[in-house]
């Protein structure tokens, strides 16, 4: 449903320096966006209310519906407004909760995910004074290269770039430990969950180029774009099927890809009885989900919320811009989270190369090339 789809489109200075490196280059955004500083508030337009609709992941999804009501929420209260959201229970909720959005007098709406983009389209055209906006979508229906309606803001990200980082890494744990296994599955096989798995495989690859490792990746081959998916992103049965099929081959370090999903490899991990570790996305997985924190390597995360809360107050500001933002490493709009508990028994050396190999891509001496990129 993006543009992707038709394409639609220094010096290191070592290992103490590399959570901020990891983080986004200079300053990175916090967990939650910062408030405005006391008697710096923010300007409102008269009549505005922000809304806010999830995908059928719900609020507490620890990940990207969580992420975007946090920035929702945190922006809200910096304007001194109260947001209306819409928790959607499955997909028939989409067009209905815009509806009602609509309907309640909601002047800039945020939609969470590609499953709205429909939705978002057909009420942006409708509704061309009111203001809009989608993550990881361009709203872009009808395949043509460009929004459907000039009032949507597309928040997508370039999420192959800090994957390709967590793919670096998972390899390189994969072949400290011997197995020189590592895999991946999907939820729904759309371009914002396999540009994290085109990512992961680069970085996999770029580690095997340079320690001439031979590290294994099942679950995705990129050059096909097949690989093993749910058809979802709900935690249930099939996922779990799903993630046991690709532990199955033996990988120590598995990418599971689609918001909870996570739980049912978590889910998987435990019943195997192995030591197999799994990495997080959207959000700091080991943070956000305590209950997996022992199990994560590391997280390959978007700032949700930070794009959620920038679009909020610009619009609440009467500067709404339909521009789409694209979060990258450099903008920090994606990265690597810390490795938290497993720092310590990182390969030697590690925490540099991924460093470096950051610094790269933002200077432009690396490309990360995936065909599901924004």
Same mark, same amino acid.
């Given at each position: 449903?993006?543009i992707?789809?038709?394409?639609?489109?220094?010096?290191?200075?070592?290992?103490?320096?590399?959570? +901020? !490196?990891? *983080?986004?280059?200079?300053?990175?955004?916090? @967990?939650?966006?910062? %408030? =405005?500083? $006391? &008697?710096?508030?923010?300007?409102?337009?008269?009549?505005?209310?922000?809304?806010?609709?999830?995908?059928?992941?719900?609020?507490?999804?620890?990940?990207?519906?969580?992420?975007?009501?946090?920035?929702?929420?945190?922006?809200?209260?910096?304007?001194?407004?109260?947001?209306?959201?819409?928790?959607?229970?499955?997909?028939?909720?989409?067009?209905?909760?815009?509806?009602?959005?609509?309907?309640?007098?909601?002047?800039?709406?945020?939609?969470?995910?590609?499953?709205?983009?429909?939705?978002?389209?057909?009420?942006?055209?409708?509704?061309?004074?009111?203001?809009?906006?989608?993550?990881?979508?361009?709203?872009?229906?009808?395949?043509?290269?460009?929004?459907?309606?000039?009032?949507?803001?597309?928040?997508?990200?370039? +999420? !192959?770039? *800090?994957?390709?980082?967590?793919?670096?890494? @998972?390899?390189a744990? %994969? =072949?400290? $430990? &011997?197995?020189?296994?590592?895999?991946?599955?999907?939820?729904?096989?759309?371009?914002?969950?396999?540009?994290f798995?085109?990512?992961y495989?680069?970085?996999?690859?770029?580690?095997?180029?340079?320690?001439?490792?031979?590290v294994?990746?099942?679950?995705?081959d990129?050059?096909?774009?097949?690989?093993?998916?749910?058809?979802?992103?709900?935690?249930?049965?099939?996922?779990?099927?799903?993630?046991?099929?690709?532990?199955?081959?033996?990988?120590?370090?598995?990418?599971?890809?689609?918001?909870?999903?996570?739980?049912?490899?978590?889910?998987?991990?435990?019943?195997?009885?192995?030591?197999?570790?799994?990495?997080?996305?959207?959000?700091?997985l080991?943070?956000?989900?305590?209950?997996?924190?022992?199990?994560?390597?590391?997280?390959?995360?978007k700032?949700?919320?930070?794009?959620?809360?920038?679009?909020?107050? =610009?619009?609440?500001?009467?500067?709404?811009?339909?521009?789409?933002?694209?979060?990258?490493?450099?903008?920090?709009?994606?990265?690597?989270?810390?490795?938290?508990?497993?720092?310590?028994?990182?390969?030697?050396?590690?925490?540099?190369?991924?460093?470096?190999?950051?610094?790269?891509?933002?200077?432009?001496?690396?490309?990360?090339?995936?065909?599901?990129?924004?």
């Amino acid at each position: 449903m993006t543009i992707s789809t038709t394409k639609k489109l220094a010096g290191i200075a070592g290992a103490a320096l590399l959570i +901020t !490196a990891l *983080a986004g280059c200079g300053t990175a955004p916090e @967990a939650n966006p910062t %408030s =405005a500083p $006391s &008697g710096d508030a923010p300007t409102v337009v008269e009549g505005f209310l922000p809304c806010l609709i999830s995908d059928a992941g719900g609020w507490n999804d620890k990940s990207f519906n969580e992420s975007a009501k946090n920035g929702m929420d945190q922006a809200a209260e910096e304007l001194g407004v109260e947001p209306l959201e819409f928790e959607s229970a499955n997909d028939n909720d989409y067009a209905p909760n815009m509806e009602t959005a609509i309907s309640e007098g909601c002047t800039f709406i945020v939609a969470v995910g590609f499953k709205l983009a429909a939705a978002t389209a057909a009420a942006a055209t409708a509704n061309p004074d009111l203001q809009f906006a989608i993550i990881d979508d361009y709203a872009d229906t009808d395949f043509n290269g460009e929004t459907d309606a000039p009032n949507i803001k597309p928040l997508v990200f370039n +999420t !192959a770039e *800090a994957a390709y980082l967590g793919g670096y890494a @998972a390899a390189a744990w %994969s =072949a400290e $430990s &011997g197995v020189n296994k590592v895999g991946t599955f999907g939820g729904m096989q759309i371009p914002s969950v396999a540009v994290f798995m085109d990512g992961y495989q680069l970085g996999v690859e770029k580690y095997n180029e340079d320690k001439g490792a031979s590290v294994e990746l099942f679950g995705w081959d990129m050059a096909t774009q097949k690989g093993s998916f749910t058809g979802g992103f709900d935690a249930n049965d099939t996922a779990k099927q799903t993630a046991q099929g690709v532990l199955d081959q033996g990988v120590d370090v598995i990418l599971p890809v689609g918001g909870p999903v996570y739980q049912s490899a978590a889910a998987a991990i435990a019943d195997s009885g192995e030591q197999t570790l799994m990495l997080g996305v959207d959000s700091d997985l080991a943070v956000a989900d305590t209950s997996v924190t022992d199990i994560t390597l590391v997280s390959i995360m978007k700032a949700i919320d930070v794009a959620v809360h920038d679009a909020t107050i =610009a619009a609440a500001a009467g500067d709404f811009d339909p521009a789409p933002y694209i979060g990258t490493l450099e903008n920090e709009g994606v990265k690597l989270s810390s490795f938290h508990d497993f720092e310590s028994q990182l390969p030697d050396g590690l925490l540099d190369e991924i460093a470096a190999l950051q610094e790269s891509i933002i200077a432009g001496d690396i490309t990360v090339e995936s065909p599901n990129s924004p």
